[in-house]
């Protein structure tokens, strides 16, 4: 009750059970983060050594090489041809050798290669002092064999120590990979087991939610599909899980207690409505079972009047005559609308199936005859297969009569009405079109009420109680179908009543009719 004093809710709110989990999978996030991230650096540096220091060496040594092989090709090629292009050729690749051994040794130095890479460049100094030097002093021709094969032994000996550097650069670029690769291994690793302690806290998260908010939630939402089953023994256990579900628990234990009271006295109210209704039914029955007896003896009597008199009375009074039948029979008409209203909506529908098609040529027959007179066609157009509905025969026939009559009375004299009946997935509907008046766009939204009629009608003084479309609704409403009207005044009107099919249906020709 307001202004009472509120006890503390028990249990734990559900933001302290659930901040844990979040700290705890955040911590986890961060952790698995750090450890990629620590990972891909440690390789990263592995990486950037082989790039750095090992990679440049390597591509140093090769143009080391490259310039040693074009030194001894212009030795022997100063020995072979004695051209002096060959000794210029010898001089500047001297030069070039003496530039690539300084950049290897700057690189090397202070490395584990500076000493293979030093034993190289010391065996092709010997090489060429002891032998492409006095080579390339010497004139043109063949070489001593001892000359010969001293400067064999000394290739040999570069060689050698040449293949010595090569292992030792790719020893060294296999350390730098076998680092990368096991630094990657350990992230991998490192990765896989905080994803299983992850899986493993996510696993005892997950039950310790389920079993403090989860299950509670699953038992309110039974409780709430009692409640919609309009158990009246539905409750929740309001002691069990967090602050929150418990209020929700009391809450709807509070909704269900004022709903059983509503419903007591909900059924209270429906017996007066019965009453009431049966009250209104014995109303509108002994009244218009008052008005037709005395309406019939005037009826009669006027026409005793008009027969007796006939020829002998003034213009006036035939007037007057003519005005006191239409307004009786009107009076009749809407006494007859009434009655036809109150059964549609009180009466209990008794259900039959039955052929739309069939009832729509029936109505089109009955009202033919009106049409005739004032020179209006109807046009029908149906399918041949039955179109069953399960319904009232005779409520629904009305309803076909009332939308074909107005269709017949709103329309110009020489004009067409068009009914067609066609199926629409799993329902049929049954369109009436008319060219006539039509209905003002902005009285469009009173169609329906009772007793209104549009205002172009009360200028043309069609006849009329307002209770015609009223009851169509009705009727189609009690089974279960749709009324739409589509209308622009002056072009005409056409009303639309969807129905759901039921039973079986066989295919037949197309069936048109025109009258």
């Known amino acids: 009750m307001v202004g009472s004093v509120q006890r503390a809710e028990p249990g734990r709110p559900v933001a302290r059970l659930v901040s844990p989990v979040i700290w705890r999978m955040a911590v986890l996030v961060v952790l698995a983060v750090l450890v990629c991230v620590t990972g891909v650096l440690l390789s990263g540096s592995a990486v950037r050594r082989i790039s750095g220091d090992v990679t440049p060496v390597s591509a140093a040594h090769d143009r080391y090489t490259d310039a ?12 072979l041809t004695g051209r002096s292009a060959e000794r210029v ?3 500047e690749a001297r030069r070039e050798l003496s530039e690539q051994a300084t950049d290897l040794s700057d690189l090397v130095s202070g490395t584990p290669l500076d000493a293979p890479v030093r034993a190289e460049i010391r065996t092709v100094d010997t090489w060429v002092r002891g032998y492409g030097d006095t080579v390339i002093e010497e004139k043109a021709g063949l070489v001593s064999p001892a000359r010969y094969a001293a400067g064999r032994q000394l290739l040999t000996q570069y060689r050698s120590a040449r293949d010595d550097t090569r292992d030792a650069l790719n020893a060294q670029l296999d350390r730098a990979e076998s680092t990368a690769t096991l630094r990657l291994r350990l992230t991998i690793i490192a990765a896989a087991l905080v994803l299983v302690g992850s899986a493993i806290l996510i696993g005892r998260s997950r039950a310790r939610l389920l079993a403090e908010l989860s299950e509670p939630l699953l038992a309110l939402e039974r409780v709430v599909q009692r409640m919609l089953r309009n158990d009246p023994e539905g409750r929740a256990v309001a002691h069990r899980g967090p602050k929150e579900v418990r209020s929700i ?24 409505l019965h009453v009431l209704d049966s009250a209104k039914d014995d109303f509108v029955s002994n009244v218009s079972h008052e008005l037709r007896t005395p309406l019939t003896t005037i009826s009669g009597y006027l026409e005793m009047v008009a027969e007796e008199f006939e020829g002998e009375l003034d213009p006036r009074h035939e007037r007057m005559l003519d005005a006191t039948r239409r307004n009786v029979t009107r009076l009749r008409a809407l006494i007859d609308d009434l009655l036809a209203l109150s059964k549609a909506e009180s009466r209990p529908t008794e259900l039959e199936p039955s052929d739309v098609t069939e009832m729509v040529s029936d109505a089109v027959t009955d009202v033919r005859m009106t049409a005739a007179r004032r020179g209006i066609t109807l046009e029908v157009t149906a399918t041949g297969e039955p ?10 026939y009305r309803a076909f009569l009332n939308v074909l009559g107005n269709a017949v009375k709103f329309s110009h004299d ?26 003002p766009r902005d009285e469009l939204d009173r169609l329906g009420t009772r007793f209104f009629r549009a205002s172009n009608a009360m200028d043309n003084e069609i006849a009329g109680t307002g209770l015609g479309l009223r009851i169509v609704q009705t009727i189609i409403d009690k089974h279960a179908g749709d009324v739409v009207i589509e209308s622009a005044e002056g072009e005409g009107t056409t009303v639309f009543v969807r129905l759901r099919l039921h039973g079986e249906r066989v295919r037949r020709p197309l069936v048109a009719e025109s009258a």
């Open 68 to 79: 040693v092989s074009e030194l001894g090709s212009a030795a022997a090629a100063w020995k």
């Open 387 to 396: 179109m069953l509905v399960v319904c009232d025969r005779a409520m629904l």
């Open 249 to 272: 628990a009391r809450a709807l234990n509070d909704f269900a207690d004022a709903g059983s009271r509503a419903r007591a006295v909900e059924g209270r109210i429906q017996d007066e």
């Open 89 to 91: 050729r010898y001089a």
């Open 414 to 439: 020489g004009g067409t009405v068009e009914v067609s009946v066609t199926r629409v997935s799993h329902r049929v509907e049954i369109a009436v079109r008319d060219h006539g008046i039509g209905i």
